[in-house]
């Protein structure tokens, strides 16, 4: 036996930082305690405030065993909400390794706590008392990790003590939200909305979706400064790195099918430099692809040069042909939107780049059965591509500025724009209009007008937060929810994709799931 193996003692002096290790490390000490006959108890969780509950959860965690190890979870996976965590992970760690009954910390660098399990493959796994019923926990994460535990002879084990949560004390005591925020919040809090939200995310599981519109290869070249030409009038770069996403209707189908139970697209791709590798690669299991390569042209791709160290973008290059589909070509598109009947609804994101005409928009309005839109304005179609080219839509979400320049009124407030204005000219019962730092604005003719403050200021980068926004929120629509609620899960949805760096990953329903509940606890 090894001194690794040993838990601390009275006489040992060590910090609490040589209790933290390496997920490595952590798996030789566990697998050296077994084979001296050692029973290895593992406790895993974001631990961002440490208080009674999680003493007493982590003294009855060691009576199950000879070691206990606790795992945090890394920073970049914490979907509890803005704010969190409140302390990093090397400070959670610490915290935890302070307490006298945990012998060894390690940080978890991935999302889910199976990959830890099989590391280290503990005798024991304990968890709260909240965790026992399965059908409770919102993310559906104790199943798969229970599964795992038992997969290699190991078992479960539920303390039962004092409980409290963590997020109920930050939300209450120590006052990450603003002002606003943290009234809005408390205001949901006492009319008790979590459940009617959770129920409302349920209800669509089973939906069918058909989205049109675009697909764009979002082309992210990673650069480092370094200064003017001394011979001409440019900035020089250094580049660094490359990432390619596959983005506009793509990045949006995978976020609806995180939700929904299958999805079909219909888009438009080119036949030269086509990426039709990567766009099949990126899609998830339940998206269906119906591709259109136009003739001669290639699919759009933007390119965004990016600072490298800091995410800012330096500026960026379109390379696109956004001629009108027509002929064979539209003809094409048309016997596909024929059979929006077939979905739940129908989304249409159309981002102005010639794939959605006239004709089609006209068969998308009477041929869905629930048409939600988003007409969106970009450097491509400034003034060219507003929502009030739709005669009709079931629901409408667009940006601040898109609904300015459809109605062509810069000074109005913004919810006479989303209540009386943009109405006027398209026949639409429910819209959303999104304002950045600001929240959002919802309508609805029955419901009124509701403003729901923004959810978080720390922005990694915004590419595609309108598209989550319209992605989560339509599904929800169609199913009747309160579009009070309704803007409060898409502030949700736009405020972890803001943190996002291009199309890494969608917004995936149990982190949706775990970041609201975390906010309303």
């Known amino acids: 036996m090894t001194a690794d193996t040993l838990p601390f003692s009275g006489a040992d002096r060590r910090t609490s930082r040589d209790k933290i290790r390496s997920l490595a490390d952590l798996a030789r000490i566990a697998e050296q305690a077994r084979a001296a006959g050692r029973r290895v108890v593992l406790a895993h969780g974001v631990f961002d405030l440490v208080h009674l509950g999680h003493v007493r959860h982590l003294e009855e965690a060691r009576r199950h065993g000879d070691m206990l190890i606790v795992t945090t979870t890394a920073d970049r ?14 400070l959670r760690a610490q915290m935890l390794a302070a307490l006298e009954q945990v012998d060894w910390v390690g940080v978890n660098e991935e999302p889910t706590a199976e990959p830890v399990l099989n590391l280290l493959r503990p005798d024991i796994y304990v968890k709260g008392s909240d965790y026992a019923n399965a059908e409770e926990d919102v993310t559906g994460g104790i199943v798969q990790e229970r599964m795992t535990v038992e997969a290699y002879g190991g078992r479960i084990i539920f303390t039962d003590d004092i409980t409290f949560s963590s997020s109920s004390l930050i939300n209450r005591y120590l006052g990450v939200y603003n002002p606003e925020l ?4 408390a205001e949901m809090r006492h009319q008790d909305k979590l459940p009617q939200i959770l129920e409302l995310i349920e209800r669509i599981k089973d939906y069918r979706v058909l989205l049109v519109g675009d697909t764009i290869i979002d082309d992210y070249q990673y650069v480092e400064g370094m200064a003017k030409s001394p011979k001409e009038n440019i900035l020089v770069t250094r ?18 099918a995180g939700m929904c139970r299958s999805v079909d697209v219909v888009t438009c791709i080119g036949d030269q430099d086509s990426h039709e590798e990567l766009i099949r690669r990126s899609v998830k299991p339940n998206v269906g692809l119906n591709l259109l390569a136009r003739r001669g042209k290639p699919t759009t791709r933007k390119t965004r040069f990016v600072e490298n160290g800091y995410m800012r973008k330096m500026f960026e290059v379109y390379n696109m042909d956004d001629t009108t589909v027509a002929g064979a070509e539209e003809d094409w598109i048309a016997r596909h939107i024929e059979a929006a009947g077939d979905y739940d609804l129908v989304i249409v994101t159309d981002f102005g780049h010639g794939m959605i005409t006239p004709r089609l928009i006209d068969l998308l309005s009477r041929h869905a059965r629930f048409l939600a839109v988003n007409a969106q304005t970009n450097s491509g179609n400034l003034g060219y591509n507003l929502i009030v080219r739709y005669p009709r839509a079931d629901y409408v979400c667009i940006d601040a500025p898109e609904a300015r320049l459809a109605v062509m009124d810069r000074f109005s407030d913004i919810m006479d724009i989303a209540s009386e204005v943009l109405p006027s000219r398209v026949d639409c019962s429910r819209l959303i209009i999104t304002h950045g730092k600001h929240g959002c604005v919802t309508f609805d003719k029955a ?10 200021s720390t922005v990694v980068d915004t ?28 502030n949700a949805a736009g405020a972890m994709k803001v943190n996002i760096i291009g199309h890494r990953s969608a917004v995936e329903k149990p982190a949706l799931l775990k970041f609201i509940t975390a906010l309303l606890k």
């Open 239 to 256: 580049f660094r790195d490359r990432e390619l996403f596959a983005g506009g209707i793509i990045a949006a189908a995978n976020h609806v």
């Open 463 to 490: 590419m595609g937060a309108g598209d989550a926004f319209l992605s989560v929120t339509a599904p929800l629509v169609a199913a009747g929810g309160p579009m009070s609620l309704i803007g409060f899960i898409g």
């Open 447 to 456: 419901e009124g007008l509701h403003r729901i403050p923004a959810f978080t």
């Open 182 to 185: 943290n009234s809005y919040l």
């Open 77 to 90: 996976h914490v979907n509890k909400g803005p704010g969190r965590p409140v302390f990093t992970d090397s």
